[in-house]
């Protein structure tokens, strides 16, 4: 029994290593419908879904308000430099590409497994490697909200991996079947 919880504890501590190793990067959280400055790039990156979406709810939904213009998708990204590149990782919001993830009455950040691209871009060209990853939703702009440094969807990237890691925490932990790991060289 003993030697069992050793062994247990052994391999927590060296996942946790691995992972504070690695220089997490909070997915910084933009809106098609109020556009900032990462707007017209994710709208590059995801331009087939946020189409499909619109007709979904121009066509499926008959929802008025969408009729013109863009209906409802959010998204979380960073951008990591290497050399020439730029590594681009991205998840995108809208209704019809997410499953609910396990979230709680209690909950106050809820998180949904979303599509997620990562776009290398340089010399060579633009690649996209695609998944699933988990986007939680914590309320920055509400009184009262949890800390978004330990409430947020975090991505780090490991070059001698050739690796992005996409990992969400609730109160400085991170959610169960929430980390994503994807090859991208």
Request: glycine share 6%.
């Amino acid at each position: 029994m003993l030697k069992r919880f050793l062994g247990f504890a052994a391999v927590t501590l060296a996942l946790t290593g691995a992972a504070a190793a690695q220089d997490w990067k909070a997915m910084t959280f933009s809106d098609l419908l109020q556009p900032s400055a990462a707007t017209p790039q994710m709208a590059q990156i995801w331009a087939d879904v946020i189409d499909s979406n619109n007709r979904y709810f121009r066509e499926t939904l008959k929802e008025e308000r969408f009729m013109k213009g863009n209906a409802p998708a959010q998204f979380l990204s960073h951008t990591f430099t290497e050399g020439a590149e730029q590594i681009t990782v991205s998840l995108i919001s809208v209704a019809r590409d997410c499953d609910g993830g396990a979230n709680s009455f209690s909950s106050t950040d809820l998180h949904s497994i979303c599509p997620v691209r990562v776009t290398v871009t340089g010399p060579q060209g633009t690649k996209t490697t695609r998944s699933k990853a988990c986007f939680l939703y914590a309320y920055q702009d509400v009184p009262d909200a949890p800390d978004p440094r330990t409430n947020a969807t975090f991505v780090a990237y490991d070059e001698k991996q050739g690796a992005v890691t996409i990992r969400a925490l609730r109160n400085g932990r991170p959610v169960r079947d929430c980390t994503t790991t994807m090859k991208i060289r």
